[in-house]
């Protein structure tokens, strides 16, 4: 996926505006900003073109950590290029497919601003929005049904001794069943050796 033809905003960056991007692996596509059923947005009665990319800043990770959203520069009678308008870490934008059948996905920031964009389809690539749809799966893998129970790291362990002072005497102000000492003292010590 990221061995890719150099897109428009790869090659801009490759100019060394932005160093972190030069040598990084990305993948990109040109989008149309529409609304949730699908019209096209208008902005100054011209259709809103985003250039969406996804890359990885850092050859070491597995995964790409960065969303980048470019707009067209424009001159009343040309157009200069792109100009980079987001740079957002992953962390904090869910990306989803809205439609697949009219190739839409669902960018959704952690602010809950959310935007949809419908891929905007060239004649020379084919099969394109497959690569966001594993692009998404990729960021977002399905959960197991097992998966939902937490374990607790051994780091995150509480230092209880102070309570045990406080819940003894409280103990002793109420009528007690008889336990078996060792095995209290068995568990105590398990739950607060870190």
């Given at each position: 996926m990221?061995?890719?033809?150099?897109?428009?905003?790869q090659r801009q960056l490759y100019k060394g505006e932005y160093s972190t991007f030069k040598s990084a692996p990305m993948f990109e596509s040109d989008f149309i900003q529409v609304s949730r059923r699908g019209e096209v947005i208008d902005v100054h009665?011209?259709?809103?073109m985003v250039t969406v990319?996804?890359?990885?800043t850092c050859p070491h990770l597995?995964?790409?950590d960065v969303l980048l959203l470019a707009t067209q520069k424009m001159r009343k009678t040309s157009t200069l290029g792109l100009e980079l308008r987001?740079?957002?870490?992953?962390?904090?934008v869910k990306l989803s497919i809205h439609n697949i059948q009219k190739q839409r996905l669902c960018l959704k920031l952690v602010?809950?601003?959310?935007f949809y964009l419908q891929l905007y389809l060239r004649s020379d690539v084919r099969n394109l929005f497959a690569y966001w749809e594993k692009v998404v799966y990729m960021l977002n893998p399905p959960v197991e049904?097992?998966?939902?129970t937490h374990a607790i790291p051994t780091d995150d362990t509480l230092d209880l001794s102070a309570l045990t002072e406080e819940n003894s005497q409280e103990a002793n102000a109420f009528p007690s069943y008889e336990q078996d000492e060792d095995q209290v003292s068995i568990?105590?010590?398990?739950?607060?050796?870190p």
């Open positions: 990221f061995n890719t033809p150099m897109g428009k905003l009665n011209a259709v809103q990319g996804i890359v990885c597995v995964l790409p987001r740079l957002l870490p992953l962390r904090l602010t809950g601003c959310t049904a097992y998966s939902c568990i105590r010590k398990i739950h607060m050796d």
